[in-house]
């Protein structure tokens, strides 16, 4: 059975950082790409960081590069989203997502960045 379990989000001030972990099972994690995604009420997904399967390059938009980090433990079958210097705006859930020869999605977590 094939699960993406995100963790770590909650309340933060402005200015806070956030680990976010996604921990992956049912499929070989290693293959996949894994990327994070962000999804404010009435939107649609958006990606917020992206990491490839074995060397590792990485991929952020303009909105958060600089200030959130992608990496993954292939031992582990865990990606994680290291949130730094966080807005308001980035409040909102983040969702996880495998992709190979399938999609994978994780069923969110919210963070809240208020103070």
């Known amino acids: 059975q094939v699960q993406l379990v995100e963790s770590g989000g909650g309340l933060v001030q402005p200015g806070g950082s956030l680990r976010l972990s996604c921990a992956a099972s049912?499929?070989?994690?290693?293959?996949?790409?894994m990327s994070w995604y962000h999804q404010a009420p009435g939107k649609e997904r958006e990606l917020v960081a992206g990491i490839t399967s074995t060397v590792g390059g990485t991929n952020y938009p303009d909105s958060v590069k600089g200030r959130f980090t992608i990496s993954r433990d292939n031992a582990k079958n865990t990606a994680y989203l290291q949130m730094d210097s966080l807005k308001p705006e980035d409040t909102t859930v983040y969702y996880c997502k495998a992709s190979w020869a399938r999609n994978y999605w994780g069923q969110g977590t919210q963070v809240t960045v208020s103070s």
């Open positions: 049912g499929f070989t994690f290693s293959n996949y790409y």
